[in-house]
Structures are given as C-alpha cells and as structure tokens.
C-alpha cells in the first residue's frame, strides 16, 4: 500500500514553488488564489523572499501548505491508500484526502499560523531536539522540571525527540537530559513553543475557526499526531486537529501504524526529504519516495 506524508514547517526554502507557478496554468490559478485569500502576495516570498521573511510563521505555515497541496493536485496518479502529515502537515493531508476543501484548508493554516505567532509574542518559548535518549527518559526528566513548562513535544524517530517550552523550562531540561546520556541537546530556530501547553491561546482561537468550518470524510484514512490512529470520521479529525496544537505529534507511531496496517511505500509530498529521512530511522526496509 502506498502512504502519502505531508512536511511541516522547517522543510521551506527560497523558490519554493516557483517551478509549479511557471510550468502549470492550473498550478499558477491556485497560487493566484491563495495571494487573494490571504491579502498578500505570499508567492513574492517564496519565489523570492529571504531566508528571515520566509521563517515568519504566518508566511511558512501557508507556503508550505500550498507547495504541498498545489504539488498532490498536480500528480496525476496521486490515488493515496493512507495519508499523514507532521504537524502543520495534517491539514495538507485532509485537504489532498478531500476532508477539506482547498480554499477552508488555506483559511484555517493561515489562522493557525497567525494564532501560533500571537500565542509565540505573549509568551517567548522555545524548542530543542534531543538525540539518542529514550522516550521515557526524556519524558520523566520533562515532568521532573516542576516550576517551569517543559514536555516532550515531537517524537519524529527513534533517538530523536524535541522537547517544547520556556525558555527556562527547555534551558534545566537540556541540562539533565545531557546529564542522563543525552548525545546532543540542540536548540531549533523556532518562534515559540509549538505542541506544548503554551500554545493554549492558539488553541483556543483555531478551535473557533475549526468548529465553523464544513469537513467532509476524507477518501482514504488519515493517521493523525495526537494519537497516531487513522480516522476518516469527521468529528473525531475536528478534535483531533484542536487537540494538535497543544499535544505532542507522534510521528514515529504513526508510521509504525501505517506500516502495521500495511503501508510499504511513503511518498512526501511537498518541500524538502525531511519525513523521507524519519521515514528510514523508522523502518529501513520500507520504500521512499518524493514527489
């Protein structure tokens, strides 16, 4: 069976896109589209924007959304038996799966993204990825951090996990996490502290634009982050989707899922070989592929 993934942010770069504006005319409507949805021309940034313009949130959440869903509609044999996506990912899944439409999808990226920098300014935060540590070490180690917010945060492979919080709460955990055997602790370049209990603002205000937005059962399952089942019941997405933003995305289960439900190939779809890569350390034996 063949599984398609879907990047989240940190897999942007400069021109992103550029070759399905120029080479496509369905390809250059879309992005057309999506200037006029969000009132700037966001294609300006990616084409051509710096490597600072196109780290802001409220630019790289969208843009990656847009390479990714522009690219799934403009592979003609794009038929995927399973879908996921890390993060940010998720809802280029649902939209390339028919869960949501093109345009609801663009709107609720947008709002995350714009929630996610607000709820990242009234609360400065931070991320780091932990190296060759296990889960559970890092786990207890986070909730041993008793006067700060800290938690494991993004569990992408075996021996790779990011750890979410204050700036202080990240600061005392890398030191015991290294302490414990960690082999590196590195901070990420990242506006805030995503999937952690910070993002409680952010979350409330996408729950809002999620709720008021019509989903429909998607074609295939969709594995999500929060609790790496597949679903294709609309409710369940929807709480999934709000639950995201604050909980922890595991991507390693979810692909261990897939695989067990019988998932032999992965193509990413969308910028960047990231998820190809976290795919391998999951499982050596299974096939990658991009787009």
């Keep these: 069976m063949k599984a398609y993934v879907f990047p989240g942010q940190g897999s942007q770069f400069r021109g992103m896109g550029k070759d399905l504006y120029d080479n496509s005319a369905s390809a250059k409507a879309l992005f057309e589209q999506a200037n006029d949805i969000l009132g700037f021309r966001i294609t300006d940034i990616m084409f051509e924007g710096t ?29 995927p038996e399973m879908v996921a996506g890390h993060s940010l990912g998720e809802f280029s899944a649902l939209v390339s799966a028919g869960a949501l439409s093109f345009e609801d999808g663009l709107r609720l990226v947008s709002a995350r993204a714009l929630a996610m920098q607000k709820a990242c300014e009234a609360n400065p935060s931070t991320m780091a990825a932990v190296l060759n540590l296990a889960d559970n070490v890092i786990e207890e180690i986070c909730a041993s951090v ?40 590195l901070p990420l370049p990242v506006g805030g502290a995503f999937h952690s209990p910070l993002m409680e603002p952010a979350r409330e205000e996408l729950a809002a634009a999620i709720q008021a937005t019509t989903f429909t059962s998607p074609a295939c399952p969709i594995y999500q982050n929060v609790n790496a089942q597949p679903s294709t019941d609309v409710e369940t997405i929807k709480a999934n989707l709000i639950a995201q933003l604050t909980g922890a995305v595991r991507w390693t289960q979810s692909v261990q899922n897939m695989i067990a439900d019988g998932a032999t190939s992965f193509v990413e779809c969308g910028p960047g070989k990231v998820l190809q890569g976290l795919v391998k350390k999951i499982n050596a034996e299974v096939e990658t592929a991009g787009v």
């Design 146 to 185: 008793t006067d700060q917010v800290v938690v494991a945060a993004n569990y992408n492979c075996p021996g790779q996990v990011v750890i979410s919080g204050s700036n202080e709460g990240v600061a005392q955990a890398g030191e015991k996490l290294k302490a414990a055997g960690a082999k590196r602790v």
């Design 51 to 79: 490597d600072e313009e196109l780290k802001q949130t409220k630019v790289t959440q969208p843009a990656i959304f847009l390479h990714s869903v522009i690219l799934a509609k403009e592979t003609a044999d794009f038929k």
